[in-house]
DNA sequence: TTTGAATTGTTATAATATAACATTATGTAA
DNA sequence: TTACATAATGTTATATTATAACAATTCAAA
């Protein structure tokens, strides 16, 4: 059994957030929500998701700019993420398919390399929006 | 035969200094670089790139924030792309392979749908820095 | 129980990107 | 050619995203 990471205050309230959210959250939209609690500076969001980021709970949406948690309970580590996105709607969706991913965890370019980590994200239209 | 775009004065001095670039450029480079050319704004460039982006001429490495020459000539327009990025010396090389394209242009998720475009960015240990 | 690593708090600033509006150039059809 | 529409440009101001630097605190492992 693996060790789970325990959140500390910060990441734990920002991380709640995000997993509540129905949608990627950005980091100055995140920084308005939690000032209440006591989180006042852009800093302490960044810091908290990079570390969140780090550990797997959450995932940041590149092309976007936000942040999404993780919802494919074997993410312990960011290193094979692949995501759909609504051109319209902004909707996003993390795709997780065992084919997708096995075939890119072994796919070499061809000089024959072979790569940790990727990121892919989809776009087209989502049900609603076609 | 296709019909090429014809470049703009402000696109043409962009795309050129882009293209000779050994490695992705930020905007704000860019607009340094081009200034004693009489871009003096940043929205000139960013114009500038959205319209090369929009062409294919250049993609956007997203997770860097930089952008890069297409050198695969079939790119009229930017709909799938693929990348590795050495996560050390942050060299970028646009992945060209017949399998990969055909794999996720033909990907479906598991609600049966496929998507129009996507971006996919590999990351790892070039050659030299391994 | 101290010591080293991680986290936090804080202020300031850097880097990336767009809004809004006026003007100029370019292509296309009458 | 004229005139109309579209795209590109120039410019100022501002919004958004992210990090630097440094001091203080927490917390777990030796």
Redesign the pocket.
């Known amino acids: 059994m693996h060790k789970e990471h325990?959140l500390?205050?910060?990441?734990q309230i920002i991380f709640d957030l995000i997993d509540k959210s129905p949608e990627p959250m950005?980091?100055?939209?995140i920084l308005f929500n939690v000032q209440k609690k006591?989180?006042?500076?852009?800093?302490?969001v960044?810091?908290?998701l990079?570390?969140l980021v780090e550990i797997g709970k959450i995932h940041?949406i590149e092309s976007r700019?936000?942040f999404i948690a993780c919802h494919n309970s074997s993410c312990r580590v960011a290193k094979a993420t692949a995501f759909s996105i609504c051109e319209i709607c902004e909707k996003v969706t993390e795709i997780s398919s065992a084919g997708l991913s096995k075939y890119l965890a072994n796919f070499k370019d061809k000089d024959g390399m072979k790569y940790s980590k990727y990121n892919l994200e989809f776009f087209g239209l989502c049900k609603k929006c076609r």
């Open positions: 325990t500390t205050k910060n990441q950005k980091a100055y939209s006591g989180i006042k500076a852009p800093l302490q960044y810091r908290a990079d570390k940041k700019n936000a």
